[in-house]
Nanobody, 115 residues
Framework: QVQLVESGGGLVPPGGSLRPSCAASGITFSMYAMGWYRQAPGKQRELVARITSGGSTNYADSMKGRFTISRDNAKNTVYLQMNSLKPEDTAVYYC?????????WGQGTQVTVSS
């Protein structure tokens, strides 16, 4: 059974930082590309960042320079370091594993940026 479990969200003031993580089980983690997506109320889910099995990364334009995605294949975990957070970053953050036509989603973790 495949499971992706996000953790590390929370409430943070503007300008603050968070580092959510996503632990995977039931897949050969190192073979999968891993991505972080987010969905704010009333908006479509959007890509935040993605890292391939080889370690190549790509980011949505609004996150470049503020967010960093990384992976630890020994721990089957992907991380999202988020700095200089803004109120508009408030959303549920989801991780996704994909390999060819296979894709799996986590349940999401809430990130709220507010003073």
């Amino acid at each position: 059974q495949v499971q992706l479990v996000e953790s590390g969200g929370g409430l943070v003031p503007p300008g603050g930082s968070l580092r959510p993580s996503c632990a995977a089980s039931g897949i050969t983690f190192s073979m999968y590309a891993m991505g972080w997506y987010r969905q704010a109320p009333g908006k479509q889910r959007e890509l935040v960042a993605r890292i391939t099995s080889g370690g190549s990364t790509n980011y949505a334009d609004s996150m470049k320079g503020r967010f960093t995605i990384s992976r630890d294949n020994a721990k089957n975990t992907v991380y999202l370091q988020m700095n200089s957070l803004k109120p508009e970053d408030t959303a549920v953050y989801y991780c996704k594993a994909d390999l060819g036509g296979l894709q799996y989603w986590g349940q999401g973790t809430q990130v709220t940026v507010s003073s």
